[in-house]
Every structure is written in structure tokens, then in C-alpha cells.
């Protein structure tokens, strides 16, 4: 539109210009070296018009004639440039079908042709992957940490190289330069996390946490059970320096972030039990008892008895606790316990019985021993101890602490699995049972890249089976 109006204006001004000479005639002389011409205006300033013409052709041809090596020269270049893309086009499918020989080919013809560094580098640190030759790719990832385009390309590169041979020193480093060149990327946050976590720098890995949950790496409540973990783990390494006081804010910090976390109530009752503050420390455990009951919970309140108590004053403490959480089957099995230190048989077997007629439910196997030691303790009647025994054998194993990565158990919690180094894993469950395995969003663009191996997944939602450890029957 913009095009046909200006046509219309110059068209315009041409025609004006005609019927102004037309309407104004006139001879225009020109004395020139003894010549003479006298001619009509309109002759003149067609003849100008013409010259003009003839002048722009000539132009025009001069610059053809001038501009024609290069010309041939951005042609090649094109076709070159169109090549190179068809080769590293054609280089990318053979990577994706897996074809290692075909991969290296179109990389190596790729680079020929075309002087894009962070398109052939990579892809020919594919291919060499492809076929198996690592020390290849490794060289190719260097070279791109050379140029600032492709350094957090070949930074990657280097990092997944390291997490597949477990050398989870190197991929710290690695990670913290990424974190470095990208410092919102979710999976770099996330993969630095892990691996903060992994080695045991709590502070830092606290710090990385924070940033991972601001840009949506790990979602919120993932985040919360992963700082309490990191708190507990702090409050313990400053305990064994002798800072009580920061010690006892870090699980209390813990302990607020997640109510039902068993390990951070156990440290920050045990540290304000320590401190002569007792009521404190039995809210505290009161608190996470109503939310989920737990034997580790059980045994702190045991643990919180001024010097002196009798055992008596104990059941009825116990009686306290069962009361705030009747369907738990742990607080049954620990007033069981306490009753038969003080040989009150008939409510030991009260309790014991609750758990035992839930065969299927967790703790059965040790309520059925201890209904045997409970024969033998208060009748002498082996031959029933044996039958407790042996119905104890065939009862699912008691929960434990398993963790989700590796499957192994542990004989207390800890942030990070003795087995496989993996954080926030350990999970208080039945051996054998699912588990839900705490994973990152599908498709949000945030997490650790699916070739990562070494690392716990990091995500929500699949579903695990966790491996059963047989236990010894007993003899």
C-alpha cells in the first residue's frame, strides 16, 4: 500500500511538471565553442531525462561488471553454508537412530563446511559419545569451554562425563561453574544441590536449595523436607563443635519445617531436654506424635524422665503417650515394653494383643516376640514362646529406615544413605512395600537431565519397589 502511494505521488509530480512546460513554452539558446543550439524546452528536458537514463545503465553495468567476483563468491559461500547445514542436519538424525559410524561423518563433513563451533563441537562430542569414545568427547567439550558461546555447552558435557563414572568431585566443581555461567538453570540449581548435599557441605547446600525452589527446580514441599534434613544434619555437626545454642536453632528450625519429621523432633528434644527445659522438649514430642507416630519418638519420651523415676511412673507416662495416638501401633509395642520392666504382665498382653491381631499391620513381627518373651518371662511356657516365635517368622518385617535410591537399609536415619551417598532417601516403611519416590515435575523444564546416573531421582510421582532384606528366623 505504502509503495503504490508514493508511485502515485511521483507519478503525480511528473505529470505536473509536463503541463507546466506545456502550458508555458519557451526556446532555450546555448552558445557553446562557436556552436549554436536553440531547441523548445520540452525538448531539452526530455534529452536531460534520456541522459539520465542512459548515465543509471551505465552505472548499473559498471557495477555488475566490478561486483561480479563477489557476487560468485557469497553465491559459493551459500551453497556451502546449505551444504554444512544438510550435513549437520543429517548428523543429528544419526545420532538420534543410533548410528555412531554415519554420526562422525556428517560431524567431520559438518565442520568443513560450516564455522558454527557451537553446532559442530557438539555434535561431534555426540557422535564420539555414540561410539563409545569418550576421551574424543571430553577433548570436543574442552575446546567449547574455550569460547564463551559454548562454554556452558561443553561445561554440561564434562558434568554428565563425570556423574556416569561417579566421580562426584569432579562434577561438584563442574557444577558450580555452570551455576556460574547459567545461575537460574533448574537442573544446574538441582544437580548442585545433590551434589552439595552429597559431600556434605550443609551450609552451601542450603544455599543452592533456596535458589532451586525460587525458580520452581524442586517443588515447595520437597524443598521443606530437604532443609529440614539439612538442618538436622547441621544441628548435629555444630552439637560436636560445642555451639549448643545454634545447634538447638537449627532442629528447632527443623522441627518447625516439618512437624512429622521424626529425626528433627528426636535432636531438638534431646537438646532442649540437655538445656533444663523440659516442657519444651515433651511439646515438641507430643507435637510430632499426633502427627505421625514414630519409635524413635517413643524411645526420646522414655529417654525424658527426671533421675529417679520408677518404672511405675513410667507405664502411666507411656499411658499419656499411647492415649494422644490410640490406633498406633508404636505406642502399644513401647507401653508393652515399659510394662514388663515392671513385670505388670496383664498390661503388657492388653497391648501386645492390640498389634498381634493386625497381622498385617507394621510392628506384628515384634509384637509376636515379644508376646514369646512375655511366655517365657512371666509362665515359662516355651512351648507357646515357640508358637509366638514362629508365627513371628511368617509375619512382614517390622518398618525400618530404607532408602528409595538403593534400596539398603539403615540401622538410624541420616541425610545421606551409607550405601550410595544419596540424600533425603532414608524413609521409615515396611521392607518390600512401595515407595514414592520424591521426582521433579515432568515436562516443567526443571530438574536434573534424565542422563545423570549416579544421582537419586529428584522428582514426583514413580513408584519404586524397594527390595526386602530376609531377616534370620529365628532358632
Known amino acids: 500500500m505504502a509503495r503504490t502511494i508514493w508511485f502515485m505521488i511521483k507519478l503525480a509530480v511528473v505529470v505536473a511538471a509536463a503541463l507546466w512546460i506545456a502550458d508555458n513554452p519557451g526556446t532555450v539558446n546555448l552558445d557553446w565553442q562557436g556552436w549554436r543550439v536553440a531547441a523548445p524546452l520540452w525538448v531539452l528536458a526530455l534529452a536531460v531525462v534520456a541522459l539520465m537514463a542512459f548515465a543509471a545503465l551505465l552505472y548499473r553495468g559498471w557495477r555488475a561488471i566490478v561486483g561480479a567476483p563477489r557476487a560468485f563468491v557469497r553465491a559459493r559461500r551459500a551453497r556451502k553454508r546449505e551444504k554444512g547445514y544438510r550435513a549437520l542436519t543429517q548428523g543429528l538424525v544419526a545420532v538420534a537412530a543410533g548410528d555412531p559410524a554415519s554420526a562422525k561423518t556428517f560431524a567431520k563433513k559438518a565442520d568443513v563446511l560450516l564455522n558454527e563451533p557451537p553446532l559442530t563441537l557438539l555434535l561431534s562430542a555426540q557422535a564420539a559419545q555414540l561410539g563409545g569414545d569418550e576421551t574424543a568427547a571430553a577433548r570436543y567439550f574442552r575446546t567449547m569451554l574455550e569460547n564463551p558461546q559454548t562454554a556452558f555447552l561443553g561445561v554440561r558435557g564434562l558434568l554428565m562425563q563425570a556423574l556416569r563414572r ?20 533448574p537442573w544446574v540449581l538441582a544437580t548442585l544441590f545433590e551434589l552439595e548435599a552429597r559431600a556434605g557441605n550443609w551450609s552451601s547446600a542450603e544455599a543452592v536449595l533456596r535458589d532451586a525452589v525460587h525458580v520452581d527446580a524442586l517443588p515447595a514441599p520437597v524443598g521443606r523436607r530437604h532443609r529440614a534434613a539439612l538442618l538436622v544434619e547441621q544441628s548435629d555437626a555444630a552439637a560436636a563443635e560445642g555451639r549448643r545454642e545454634v545447634a538447638l536453632a537449627a532442629a528447632q528450625q527443623a522441627h518447625d519445617l516439618d512437624v512429622a519429621f521424626a529425626p528433627a523432633t528426636v535432636r531438638v528434644a534431646r537438646l532442649l531436654w540437655a538445656a533444663k527445659r523440659p516442657r519444651p522438649a515433651l511439646r515438641a514430642v507430643e507435637r510430632s506424635w499426633k502427627a505421625r507416630p514414630h519409635p524413635d519418638l517413643s524411645a526420646v519420651w522414655g529417654e525424658m524422665v527426671d533421675p529417679g523415676t520408677d518404672v511405675l511412673a513410667q507405664v502411666k507416662r507411656f499411658q499419656t503417650l499411647v492415649g494422644m495416638a490410640p490406633e498406633a501401633p508404636e505406642g502399644h509395642l513401647a ?5 514388663m520392666r515392671a513385670r505388670l504382665w496383664g498390661e503388657a498382653r492388653k497391648h501386645l494383643t492390640k498389634v498381634a491381631d493386625r497381622p498385617e499391620g507394621p510392628g506384628s513381627r515384634r509384637a509376636f516376640r515379644m508376646l514369646a518373651e512375655l511366655e ?43 550405601a550410595c551417598g544419596s540424600f533425603d532417601t532414608l524413609s521409615w516403611q515396611v521392607p518390600g512395600s512401595p515407595v514414592a519416590v520424591l521426582a521433579l515435575p515432568a515436562g516443567s523444564g526443571a530438574g536434573v537431565p534424565a542422563d545423570m546416573p549416579g544421582l537419586p531421582p529428584a522428582g514426583g510421582g514413580s513408584i519404586v519397589p524397594v527390595p526386602s532384606r530376609p531377616e534370620p528366623k529365628p532358632a
Request: charged share 30%; net charge negative.
Open 335 to 339: 507401653l508393652a515394653e515399659i510394662a
Open 166 to 185: 561417579n566421580d562426584h568431585g569432579e562434577a561438584l566443581l563442574l557444577a558450580r561453574r555452570a551455576q556460574q555461567i547459567q545461575p537460574k538453570t
Open 376 to 418: 517365657e518371662a512371666e509362665r515359662g511356657d516355651r512351648d507357646a514362646a515357640r508358637r509366638w516365635l514362629a508365627r513371628a517368622a511368617e509375619a512382614d518385617p517390622d518398618p525400618a529406615w530404607i532408602c528409595s535410591a538403593c534400596g539398603s537399609h539403615a540401622d538410624r536415619w541420616s541425610a545421606r544413605c551409607a
